[in-house]
């Protein structure tokens, strides 16, 4: 692995797993929306609260479904397939633990010569 985390490389398929990330985190929260939603509904005595909470678990119940319909569709989700979700699940442990050990301040911060010029020297600022 490639400690570098300023190097461009460790970049490479970082949108998609960001994407797959974020989905999964979106998932999670839809799902405890719907959780909460429940709870909230058996505990309320109000008719009108009631349907209000009603329409609400429809809301984030159809949120969840767009949601995990939207990953099985990109592959970022395995429901049926559960090889498959592990194996998934273990690259994402993988790639937590990479990202876990890597310097994140190394003691050498300089990128001297990896630039033809510093970024603001056409404005006279090369000299701070």
Do not use: C
Request: without cysteine; hydrophobic residues 40%.
């Amino acid at each position: 692995m490639n400690n570098d985390y300023l190097d461009p490389i460790n970049a490479l398929n970082m949108p998609e797993m960001a994407d797959m990330t974020f989905a999964m985190d979106f998932l999670i929260r839809a799902k405890e929306g719907v959780r909460n939603t429940a709870i909230a509904l058996t505990e309320t005595a109000s008719p009108e609260a009631r349907a209000l909470l009603k329409n609400n678990l429809h809301q984030g119940l159809a949120l969840h479904q767009e949601i995990s319909n939207l990953m099985i569709n990109k592959k970022w989700f395995h429901p049926y397939e559960l090889s498959e979700q592990y194996q998934l699940d273990q690259l994402s442990a993988k790639n937590t633990v990479m990202i876990g050990q890597m310097n994140l301040f190394p003691d050498d911060t300089s990128r001297k010569g990896m630039f033809d010029r510093t970024p603001d020297e056409h404005i006279g600022g090369s000299k701070v």
